[in-house]
């Protein structure tokens, strides 16, 4: 197979429409937009897709898995210990960009009640691994909840409110805000 619908793959047309959602939100992922920017024809996107509603479900799955799983994978190191690990988590969420979409998923769960339901679920399953990592850092059940909620919330919107700093600059916060967490201000 050599057409161009054989070229691209199906994570090309939606890392193309993530990028489409941030900037133009669900309006701009539109079949004949994604198609220009790659440059290819439609044909290409029915290649891999039924219709613009797959697409969009797919949106969601590719998301969670290249914006949550992934992180999550990586995190897990077993030779990490679990304050290493949260510290790991901050890094890896703000300096490999993965909280980037955030924004945008939650711009378009505002104005439709099923992808609103799902990114939900994927907050929530943050908030949770989160909780667990400070669980396992040793803090009450509450208490790593409570911290879990907090970190993950900043995380998911550091995309947005970290964006223009300096690396020196962020890796300092981050720094303090991991002590601060865990307790160990000084």
Known sequence: MTSESSRLSRGDWLAAALKALEKDGIAGVRV????KKLGVTTGSFYWHFENRRELRMALLDYWEAAMTDSVLVDVMQPECTPAERILRLMETV???????????????????????KRVRQVEHRRQGFVAGLFREAGFSKQESWDRGVMLANYMMASGVIL??????????MLRRQWKVLLGRET
Do not use: C, G, H
């Open 32 to 35: 004949q937009t994604i198609a």
């Open 94 to 116: 703000v300096f490999q960009n993965r909280a980037r979409y955030d924004a945008a998923m939650r711009t378009w769960a505002r104005a439709d009640e099923e992808i609103a």
């Open 163 to 172: 964006e223009r700093e300096s690396e020196p600059k962020l890796r300092r």
